[in-house]
């Protein structure tokens, strides 16, 4: 079986009809114990069906200083915006979520207005400092789809201001996607650098605390259009042997995230998403409970996950 079939087979952890959610729906989370966030129902971290905003990407070890009771320093969100030929995605009539925990990835469904179906795959590789999203739109005739994420590094959903204590130094476009560079005040200050890139974009800027990267493709009955896209983080926290702010540390992050990127561009979403998998076999091969209720060891399963 290949594992497009075999994610075909799992079943859904969520289903619902309509744009709304479920009583008492929460987003799962997708993390690998460096980088965590908890993803909404299309996959992506806008706000959720109640109107309220998700949580931001958090990174382990990253916090303020007693002053702001040790906090998790926000890593801001993302969002993906879809047109079909032109014009935005189409009322959502269904959905529906699910955490494949032996492969530690969210895959999202939905079904939209003029028969268009949308799948998106959230992955945090384990041994990663990043976060995967990969999004296929399906439509019935032949249009034209352009998908187009943003990367807001900000604690604001208007995305205006980076999060307190961190001062934004540059923001680039480059060979390999767009990238910002940051110094935080923590409870140890450090500079880092976070990359956007996609295979095949069409388009990638940056401004401010914003990144942007678009995909333009065409759409055909049976052949979705795709796109994918990394967001990679690098930093000079917890790194001994570095002098936490000066230049040559922000260099070597910079080189941190340029080199997941290279592999990303190199090996795909798939590749990628095949060396995480196997790193999750390692760690359920471990050793392993069975208890004699479903439920029970789905949540067992889903406590061992998180």
Request: proline share 6%.
């Amino acid at each position: 079986m290949s594992e497009a079939e075999g994610m075909n087979k799992l079943r859904p952890d969520v289903v619902h009809e309509g744009a709304g959610a479920p009583s008492g729906y929460k987003r799962p989370l997708s993390g690998n114990g460096e980088v965590s966030l908890l993803v909404g129902p299309m996959g992506d971290m806008t706000a959720g069906p109640d109107g309220s905003a998700g949580p931001p990407i958090f990174r382990a070890g990253r916090r303020y200083g007693s002053q702001r009771r040790f906090e998790l320093i926000s890593y801001g969100f993302y969002d993906i915006a879809v047109e079909v030929d032109g014009k935005p995605l189409g009322k959502m009539l269904a959905w529906e979520q699910t955490l494949d925990l032996a492969r530690g990835r969210i895959v999202c469904r939905s079904r939209h207005a003029g028969g268009i179906e949308v799948r998106t795959d959230v992955l945090t590789p384990l041994g990663w400092d990043a976060l995967l999203v990969r999004r296929s739109v399906v439509t019935r005739s032949h249009v034209r789809v352009e998908q187009r994420m943003a990367y807001v590094f900000s604690s604001d959903p208007d995305g205006t201001e980076p999060p307190p204590g961190v001062r934004l130094l540059s923001t680039a476009s480059g060979r390999r996607g767009s990238r910002l560079l940051y110094e935080a005040a923590g409870q140890s200050d450090f500079v880092g650098c976070v990359l956007l890139c996609a295979p095949r974009a069409s388009s990638a800027g940056s401004k401010g605390c914003r990144l942007v990267s678009a995909v333009s493709g065409q759409a055909l009955p049976g052949s979705p259009a795709e796109a994918c896209w990394l967001i990679a983080f690098g930093d000079s926290c917890h790194r001994p042997g570095e002098v936490p702010t000066d230049a040559a540390a922000l260099a070597a992050a910079g080189d941190r995230v340029d080199g997941l990127a290279r592999h990303f561009l190199d090996v795909g979403f798939d590749g990628v998403a095949g060396e995480s998998a196997a790193e999750w076999g390692r760690y359920w091969a471990e050793s392993a409970v069975d208890i004699p209720d479903a439920a029970i060891q789905r949540m067992y399963r889903t406590a061992q996950y998180h």
